[in-house]
């Protein structure tokens, strides 16, 4: 369900390496290889927004990290649900409040579904969530229920609000615009057009103050981004005097630290020096070899403890199922190509020279860790003559011997050369894309590599505009929804669907998926559509990551989760 990039970008500060020194009373400085896209409220799309998003905001609902199960957050029970599957009925707990002092009512849950559902919001990548909230009703006598009508039962009706922060109808509508309108409304392009009032509300909710200024910051959590030094470090405070002391029970609630200081570094020899001077107190970010060397010095283990931990992520090569033609060659279109590309990944050497061999191949598109998971289906191996044949049976040759493939491609004679996009920054990705273009070059294909920063790596296969890359997708243990990634709809409207993947009979599958509510069959559904996407390859399918825990002992309360982040850093508490 959970489904984001991983963007990577560094730039060391040696005067913050210095300040940290001199901050370490209940101040927990955290290990980050990267920055978020932004911390816009609705708009984003990173996992460590998402992260940062578990302390400075709340949702409907939280996941206990614990049991994998549903946990009431804003709302003081799990919804009363119709016979139907079609009505979820809430009431919001009493004595929340916004920072201003302001209770949070079912208003805000209005506006963070109409702000989410807004044709003109720009999260496009996010609104197939919300595109089954029909409407909410809010009862006339007490603004603290409401129910929420849905189009159509599905899995994640419930799920689906953990993943979102319910924001401020006050901070962020100040006119109160929104109000006006329906969620019908709010989603027609023809009645758009004639709502000038619309239109400037949300140029101004897109704005990036409401991105990556800390003044425009409003979230419900117990700790506040006070400080954002692009490239070095971004600073949450507790908030004093928050109504969150009060439920110290709850993981949402607590606020150990004082400070969290969560600092950036992917260089891994500058993060292995830092750690071992204790100037970084977590880290789950560190490379594996890196981890491995740490697990075997006596000295660092007496003051750090260091595990493993399962994940639901992992990691993909996506490949161009669609490409225009012209920019972007017809290379992948093929299943046999892909399916080749697949054969000539050397996955046992990627997994000992970058992994220390502790990831686990992936054959489709959910964690081996998951219930549904297709167990029949089987790991490729590395075969280049397989590969050679496959490609030669799709119609490639070297026809001019110059030592690349070749191929006439609506009458143009195309040769297998092409891009490889990873977010720069990332010795792992660099690597990982070497290892590829020289195991690619074995059957006279040509690769070259293409560093790209977030935005334009982002922004690249959102528009369909590449031919190979990589990346990472995190989930979770929610029952899947493979819509984000896989329909139709989604390579059409420019969202998280980068290969080009579906047609009609696998939509239907996951619409299938979606509306079952009985889990035996829905997991039989599951695996049907994991062996669809298995047999048409639009991924080079990589590894199930294993997350690398580094905690300092000085730190006390320290859980570990298979659930992302692994590590909820608000429940650490510094030892007496």
């Known amino acids: 369900m959970k489904s984001l990039l991983y963007p990577l970008l560094f730039i ?92 949070i009512t079912a208003n805000d849950i209005v506006f963070t579904t109409k702000a989410s559902k807004c044709l003109y919001t720009n999260n496009i990548g996010l609104k197939p969530y919300w595109e089954n909230i029909d409407d909410i009703i809010v009862d006339s006598k007490n603004n603290k229920k409401f129910t929420i009508k849905m189009k159509r039962p599905y899995i994640l009706n419930t799920w689906f609000w953990t993943d979102f922060p319910i924001v401020q109808a006050a901070f962020y509508d100040k006119q109160n615009v ?70 110290q029970e709850n993981w ?168 490889i996009n990873f977010m720069a920054g990332s010795k792992v990705w660099e690597d990982l894309a070497k290892q590829l273009a020289e195991s690619f070059g074995k059957a006279n294909i040509y690769v070259m590599l293409n560093p790209l920063d977030y935005n334009g790596f982002f922004g690249s296969v959102t528009g369909h505009s590449f031919d190979m890359s990589i990346s990472a997708w995190q989930s979770s243990a929610p029952p899947e929804d493979f819509s984000q990634l896989w329909s139709s709809a989604s390579w059409a409207n420019n969202g998280l669907n980068f290969t080009g993947f579906g047609t009609p009979q696998s939509d239907a599958l996951i619409d299938s998926i979606n509306t079952c509510m009985d889990e035996p069959k829905r997991i039989a559904l599951s695996k049907r559509f994991q062996k669809l996407v298995y047999d048409e390859q639009p991924y080079i399918f990589m590894f199930t990551q294993t997350r690398r825990v580094i905690v300092n002992k000085k730190w006390d309360n320290l859980e570990i989760y298979t659930e992302y982040p692994g590590v909820l850093l608000n429940t650490l508490k510094l030892k007496d």
């Open 252 to 419: 949402y609630c607590q606020a150990n630290p004082d400070k969290i200081i969560l600092k950036l570094n992917n260089n891994n020899a500058s993060a292995l020096l830092e750690l071992k001077n204790g100037l970084i107190d977590v880290s789950t970010m560190i490379d594996y070899s890196s981890f491995t060397e740490l697990s075997k010095d006596e000295a660092f283990k007496k003051d750090f403890t260091l595990k493993l931990a399962d994940t639901y992520n992992y990691t993909y090569v996506a490949m161009n199922m669609k490409p225009d033609g012209k920019k972007h060659k017809k290379l992948f279109t093929d299943v046999n190509v892909r399916r080749a590309m697949a054969l000539l990944t050397p996955y046992n050497q990627i997994n000992k020279t970058l992994y220390e061999n502790n990831n686990k191949q992936v054959v489709g598109p959910i964690s081996p860790n998951k219930i549904d998971f297709n167990a029949d289906l089987k790991p490729l191996e590395y075969n280049v003559e397989q590969a050679k044949e496959l490609l030669k049976q799709a119609g490639w040759a070297d026809t001019d011997n110059d030592q690349v493939l070749d191929k006439i491609i609506d009458g143009e004679k195309v040769k297998f050369e092409f891009n």
């Open 12 to 103: 060391l500060s040696i005067t913050f390496t210095s300040s940290c020194k001199k901050t370490q009373s209940n101040t927990l400085v955290v290990h980050l290889l990267s920055e978020p896209d932004d911390m816009h409220p609705t708009n984003g799309a990173s996992a460590v927004r998402a992260e940062i998003n578990l302390y400075t905001n709340l949702s409907l609902l939280r996941v206990n990290y614990k049991t994998g199960e549903l946990l009431p957050c804003l709302a003081k029970s799990l919804p009363t649900v119709s016979e139907d599957g079609l009505n979820y009925s809430y009431e919001l707990k009493d004595n929340i409040t916004w920072d201003d002092n302001s209770p």
């Open 178 to 247: 929104l109000a006006k309108y329906s969620n019908a409304q709010l989603t027609d392009s023809t009645f758009l057009k004639s709502k000038q009032d619309i239109k400037q509300w949300a140029d101004e909710f897109n704005s990036p103050k409401y991105s990556t200024d800390t003044q425009f910051m409003s979230g419900a959590g117990p700790y506040k981004i006070t400080k954002w030094d692009k490239g070095v470090s971004i600073t949450l405070e507790k908030k004093k005097n928050h109504w969150s002391e009060n439920c």
